[in-house]
């Protein structure tokens, strides 16, 4: 085990608070709320300040209540935190959620009704008409409909959504070609790592020497479904999303930690189709926190991996800390358009990571 991570945050050009912004995380004993807790160690935006969890962890410290699983020592500052009880009063008035969506939802609505900004990663309001759900890099445009959902609730607070885990990837590998030819069709394969369903998620007698065809909660239907939303556009206060369909088929394979998923995609404009063209697309794509210099943003959002046997999760799911995208194996569909692989690292740029990025985007515009 390696001494306490502190990321190399990037040197900013946005905004930055004059201060450290108190943060709370719930669902902070779990995999997802490890990860926040993780990350946010050494933040220069946020301070983590409250942890909040089950009653069987109220009150404890958190160095008691959580079963620290990550492969770097628990941040100090953090196991001395008392955990508190879900719902109580918080004194921070920005909430990462890492809650399973079991309690989510409702818990997340009372928070943002309270007047807190809710950075969710939880699946419960994601496709909701007035809450965003954000990659930076794709629909930093998307924010502009949070004044919308504060009129409804009639508070200060909202509700930011980051992405499945697989659809972080997905949305990410896709988004170059959506932009130069159109996207008509895809279908997506994921072999997904057990980190997804948490420690206790997937039983070893289980996973080990197989491959499991099926992955619950509505896995298929999220990534058939959030994509579209993401790519989608914001009129008029109003998402409309972006008119292709999505097949996918999942599956949970024994490897801890990365998202594989192999892509084939019809194109609107396939009578135009470079492959030299896309792969440099895909290489030189930046967004919005590229271009703010956030402070988790990686330098490259995507990185075209050569080598027909690349991208890999053991080889490349820790690029850029884990906060960029690898493609590869780019090259033309017999029976569609191209076809190519991708990588994410689920619980880094796939869960706690993509949240952290969505709070330092709102903080840029002014909306913590």
């Known amino acids: ?55 069987r962890s109220a009150g404890k410290p958190y160095s008691e209540a959580a079963d620290w ?56 309001h994601r496709m909701d008409a007035d809450v965003p759900l954000l990659i930076p890099e794709l629909n930093a445009d998307h924010v502009g409909v949070i004044e919308r959902q504060q009129k409804r609730r009639g508070s200060r607070g909202y509700i930011v959504t980051n992405p499945n885990c697989s659809v972080v990837g997905l949305a990410m590998a896709i988004a170059p070609l959506e932009r130069l030819y159109g996207i008509e069709q895809l279908h997506v394969t994921t072999m997904q790592a057990i980190s997804g369903a948490g420690y206790q998620g997937v039983a070893s007698y289980a ?14 239907e999220k990534i058939e479904a959030e994509p579209r939303k993401i790519l989608g556009r914001l009129e008029n206060d109003r998402f409309v999303d972006a008119p292709f369909r999505i097949c996918a088929q999942v599956n949970r394979v024994p490897t801890i930690d990365g998202h594989l998923m192999t892509i084939s995609l019809g194109l609107r404009n396939r009578n135009f189709v470079n492959v030299e ?31 027909d046997d690349r991208p890999q999760p053991r080889l490349d799911r820790d690029r850029e800390h884990g906060m960029s995208v690898s493609v590869g194996r780019l090259r033309p569909c017999p029976l569609l358009d191209l076809r190519m692989v991708a990588l994410v690292h689920n619980t880094i740029r796939g869960a706690a990571g993509a949240a952290i990025l969505n709070a330092e985007l709102l903080e840029a515009k002014g909306l913590l």
Request: net charge negative.
């Open 1 to 55: 085990m390696s001494d306490t991570l502190t990321l190399p945050y990037a040197a900013t050009d946005a905004r930055a608070p004059t201060k450290r912004i108190p943060v709370a995380v719930l669902g902070a004993t779990g995999s997802v709320g490890q990860r926040f807790v993780q990350l946010l160690n050494g933040h220069p935006w946020f301070k983590l300040h409250e942890v909040v969890a089950s009653e």
């Open 207 to 220: 996973i080990l020497d197989n491959v499991i065809p099926y992955i619950g909660g509505g896995e298929e």
């Open 277 to 307: 063209q896309v792969r440099e697309a895909i290489d030189n794509f930046r967004g919005e926190p590229q271009n703010l210099r956030l402070p988790s943003a990686p330098r490259k959002p995507l990185h075209y991996v050569a080598g």
């Open 69 to 124: 699983r990550l492969d770097t020592m628990l941040p100090n500052d953090a196991a001395a935190l008392p955990v508190k009880s879900l719902g109580a009063e918080l004194q921070s008035h920005v909430i990462f959620s890492g809650l399973d969506s079991s309690v989510a939802g409702e818990a997340e609505d009372d928070y943002a009704n309270r007047g807190c900004a809710v950075i969710s990663n939880a699946r419960n």
